[in-house]
């Protein structure tokens, strides 16, 4: 009997022992190293990154990118359309002159300008431009190379050309703001303006008529130094029908052959670099060589 109520005693105890323990500190049915359960969220609170509306929505990050800039991982293209304007200095050598059998003459340099409007790809241009040169030449002697061997003459030149031209051009990209360019142009040019011929004698004083010097400088105008070129007044004035000088039907002070040639092509072999240091604005630096000699041009242009 005191055996059981011992038992009893004990059982109680216990019991009262285990009530006691706190929740969670003591786990009979899990292992030891199982994970705890994660607390479920209390009801009411809002999970992160929802709006709980008690304040203004998350506002979206700054890119850094203004508008017409590139965004972060995104290629700026260079604009397609461009308007601009350029300038060209063209050189006729006297050699090159020369070289068509033609004597006297000398070193023609040409200065031009005008409008021009682009379209751009990421590796090919077409350049298009209506521009203006002036072709004035001073006072030069003259002799064509199917002329006699004493047809001397002056030639004077107050012509002009109104040029329609394109260019085609490659690029080949040097770094980022730097390309290089390759290509050609074509066009024509209108001619207008006037050129005066007018034959010439030797004389040993700039008046009288003397007979052709064998090595005679047409350049020379001081006749202290030699012979001199003079020019004809009139068919036969100064008058020597053996000298074969100022002959009748010669040239006299007459309108040249300009309106010969009223359209002049345009054909040319050129190169250069072409300058982007900002989106908008591309600068070049071109050289070529073609129909009209030698070039050399400056180009400025902005994009629309």
Known sequence: MNGRFAYSALRTLALALLLTVPAGAVDLDEDEDAPAEEAEPEEGLAEEGEDDGLGEAEEEP???AEEGEAKPGEELLPPKFLIGARY???VVPQFLIN???VEGGRTVVVHGGGPEFAFSQKDFEIILSPWFAGYSLEKTPFKGPNDGENAWEYIESYLSMA???GDFLWKTHLSKTLDFQIGAGAGIGIVFGNFYRNDAYWSSDGTTLIAPPPNGDPYNTNPAAGPVLAACTNAGQPLDPFSGQCPP???Y????????WPVYPWLTFQTGLRYSPVRNFIGRLDIGIGSSGFWFGLGADYGI
């Open 62 to 64: 700054a890119t850094g």
């Open 99 to 101: 070289a068509f059998g």
């Open 88 to 90: 060209r200095v063209m």
């Open 253 to 260: 002070n007459a309108n040249g052959p300009a309106a010969a």
């Open 249 to 251: 039907g010669g040239q």
């Open 163 to 165: 040029y329609i031209t």
